[in-house]
């Protein structure tokens, strides 16, 4: 955060959703930090009218009163994308719940956040595309296997324009934020490339033409793959956590015997 980030106070509360009356510029989807018994809990902006904004919380508010100080951090809220999140279990920020549990125990503590994706472990790295070729985001840097899928790694989608080439990683073991690549764009500007990009969460990606959805998608959970087929290149909704899609199956399965 900067020095120039805006801050705020609380003003009023409805739960998890606070009123807060901000100094400073915001946008809306930014972060937000609440500071309380000395955490600092995550929040997104929702709603934003004049000099005051509505935010979401994400965790228990519990000691949040009026005045309590509110920090915005410039960024919007992302999700992280690249090996090694296909393996994990998260929360609904991100954060792998094995892991937060090694931290807290068995009784989730509030304010604590972990990367979604491990920094140490290594994946396989091959390269396709090679020094000199001219990309654009979402074209091929080359493939990383984990477990039984393939990952495109790509330019990532943050990155508009084209960039050339300088460097591309050999074949080999690397971490998610190695480089595996490296460019100048148009304007000369040098640009590192790593298997994994951020993506702010609700922000559309319009990138080339839909494709119609015809080859089924494997995603190695037993219960969507045969009761819930998905599409690759389709739509669909998945179910919350595995006991709500159970509990969904079977009452569905029930219904469908009752009209047997």
């Keep these: ?28 989807g930014e972060v937000a930090g609440v500071e309380v018994d000395g955490q600092t809990l995550k929040a997104e902006v929702i709603e934003i009218l004049g000099n005051e904004a509505k935010i979401q919380v994400y965790e228990d508010t519990r000691g949040v009163g009026f005045g309590t100080k509110v920090v915005f951090s410039e960024d919007l809220l992302e999700a992280e994308l690249g090996p090694g999140l296909l393996q994990s279990v998260v929360d609904g920020l991100q954060n792998p719940l094995e892991n937060l549990a090694e931290v807290c125990g068995f009784f989730l503590t509030r304010g604590v956040y972990i990367p979604p994706i491990n920094r140490e472990k290594t994946w396989e790295f091959t390269p396709v595309a090679k020094v000199g070729d001219q990309l654009k985001r979402g074209d091929l840097l080359g493939t990383t296997p984990e477990a ?17 080439l300088s460097e591309v990683a050999s074949a080999g073991k690397y971490t998610v934020d190695q480089m595996i690549a490296k460019g100048k764009d148009e304007s000369g500007r040098e640009h590192v ?68």
Aim: charged share 15%.
């Design 193 to 260: 490339f790593t298997m994994m990009q951020k993506w702010p969460i609700k922000n559309a990606l319009l990138e080339g033409t839909k494709i119609k959805a015809s080859k089924m998608m494997s995603c190695g959970l037993r219960t969507i793959d045969t009761q819930f087929p998905l599409v690759k290149g389709g739509s669909f909704c998945s179910p919350g956590p595995l006991v709500q899609a159970k509990q969904f199956f079977n009452i569905t399965f029930l219904n469908f015997q009752k009209l047997i």
């Design 148 to 164: 039984h899928f393939t990952h495109q790694i790509m330019v990532p989608f943050s990155f508009y324009g084209k960039v050339t």
């Design 1 to 28: 955060m900067s020095e120039q980030n805006a801050t705020g106070i609380v003003v009023k509360a409805y739960g998890n959703l606070l009123q807060v009356r901000f100094e400073g510029h915001i946008r809306q």
